[in-house]
């Protein structure tokens, strides 16, 4: 039996201007047989990427920075599921 140390960080807070802070990633899968689907759960992320980001600050969370969701987007026009 081979025992290895495993390395791990906290990066909850992370320091810097730049640095957004993380808790836990999320992962939004969606089967590529469903494209009817896939188009109402992108629909819903879409919501919450625009008019749920100020919700979501009033509940203390932060919001996701355009840049990044701007990417969300593009991958789903790529993908032929926005």
Not at 12 to 27: E, L, N, Q
Not at 29 to 53: H, I
Not at 56 to 67: D, E, H, Q, T
Request: no cysteine; proline share 7%; hydrophobic share 45%.
């Amino acid at each position: 039996m081979i025992l290895r140390k495993i390395s791990t960080a906290i990066i909850a807070d992370p320091a810097g201007d730049t640095s957004y802070p993380m808790v836990a990633a999320t992962f939004i899968l969606v089967p590529s047989e469903s494209p009817m689907m896939n188009k109402r759960v992108t629909k819903f992320y879409d919501w919450a990427y625009t008019d749920g980001q100020e919700i979501a600050k009033s509940l203390g969370f932060v919001p996701l920075p355009n840049s990044l969701t701007g990417k969300i987007r593009a991958y789903w026009d790529a993908k032929g599921i926005k």
